[in-house]
């Protein structure tokens, strides 16, 4: 079955940097749409950034700061994140899209339930 493993996340100070890696196995085609997303104690899980195909998109907060890419080859997706902040303390989690139509991507791309595939989350701690 389908499998994400996310790694490399950590402890770091602000204006630090982290790259999360994400994984995948189990399938025989690389989703067109891959999105990592985040949940701070306390708070409703958001969406972070996402990626169809070699278009990506960006929650507001961390334009400019995070980088999406992904690796075909490796099935795997990162998430470069720089000049981090405490706001950024969260676990992270990426997942994997079955919407294979960039439109209905580009609608809304961090819309949970467009999600069919989660990792098990890596933990981001941001101290000040």
């Known amino acids: 079955q389908v499998q994400l493993v996310e790694s490399g996340g950590g402890s770091v100070q602000a204006g630090g940097s982290l790259r999360l890696s994400c994984a995948g196995s189990?399938?025989?085609?690389?989703?067109?749409?891959m999105g990592w997303f985040r949940q701070a104690p306390g708070k409703e899980r958001e969406g972070v950034a996402s990626?169809?195909?070699?278009?990506?998109t960006y929650t507001d907060s961390v334009k400019g700061r995070f980088t999406i890419s992904r690796d075909n080859a490796k099935n795997t997706v990162y998430l470069q994140m720089n000049s981090l902040e405490p706001e950024d303390t969260a676990m992270y989690y990426c997942?994997?899209?079955?919407?294979?139509?960039?439109?209905?991507?580009?609608?809304?791309?961090?819309?949970?339930?467009?999600?069919?595939?989660w990792g098990q989350g890596t933990q981001v701690t941001v101290s000040s």
């Open positions: 990626a169809y195909i070699s278009s990506t």
């Open positions: 189990g399938f025989t085609r690389s989703f067109d749409s």
């Open positions: 997942a994997a899209s079955s919407v294979r139509n960039f439109v209905d991507w580009r609608s809304n791309p961090f819309l949970s339930y467009k999600y069919n595939y």
